[in-house]
């Protein structure tokens, strides 16, 4: 049996961390968006997700989940100005990552700019938004499957609108794309229903609030980076901080939920048939190859290239994105 037909057997796992201690299915232990849009870019790397392989050693923190992690605490105090930099900015000392000593201290000076200006920018933020929750954990239940996800917040507007916010880092902002895309965005829209099902009311949109990663070219003197980028930032900050309020109406999100159960079910038959039949697993989970490197390359190339899983791990949590 090779490595990969020993790997099938794991579907059932002994144990999925996340206090799941039953055998992987999406009416026990459910669903998430990141795990789902697994499924849909490649089959061969959701049955690595479920079984919960990771690649070893790989640098858990960086630029992005380090702003990610600023923008939650500073959500979370409810309060713009000095009072909310200070704060934000005495999270970054204790951050550790795993990189070279300089570029953590690099990606930490960036990070600095970028949310104490991001703060400054956004004063309104804490005038006229109400929020309600940051980082939420929700579990729902559509139909027998379970979904789950974090909602990096949700809020209400002056006039008491319900919405999201959906925070992004991102190097390249391709507006056009994204105008057009986000009126079917996945992730805006399983949050979307999520909320509706468990709410039972409609949100008014989703906040759609991207930060650009700014290039900083070679890195001689980081007080001189940091003075340089804050004057890029105040002569063109609407090039850093982008923002698109997206509306999802009852019919948009009742069609979204139509196409959602017709993937699951498809899913749900492909985990019943390889469960049952172990020896075909592979074929049920086979691989996308013109998505290995579509955008960025797959963390899993090296376990597909080979046929074994040297220099990976299992991770002790189902989804790491909840912990
Ligand atoms: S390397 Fe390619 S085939 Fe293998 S899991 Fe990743 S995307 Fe799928």
Redesign the pocket.
Known sequence: MTTFEKVINQIIPEDCGNNFKVPYSLQEVGITQSLFGQWK??R??FL?SINRWTPRGIMKFEYHSMMHYLLEILYACKKGGDVATTTVLASLDPYKLNSAPREVEIQKAIAEVMISEYILYYGKDFKEKRFESVEGLFEILLENYILRGKKDGRFRDKIGGRWHIEHKNYGVIDTDYLLKHLSFDFQNMFYALADLVEFNKLLKGVLYNIIRKPKTGKVTSIVDMMKDLRKKIHKDPRHYFVRFEIPYNVREINQFKTDLLFQLRELEINLIRAQKQPKLALLYFY???S??NAGYQ????N???TGNFNGYCRRKDMFPELV
Not at 298 to 301: R, Y
């Open positions: 870019t490649c061969r790397k690595f691989k996308n190859e998505a290995c797959c963390e899993f190339l376990a597909c290239s």
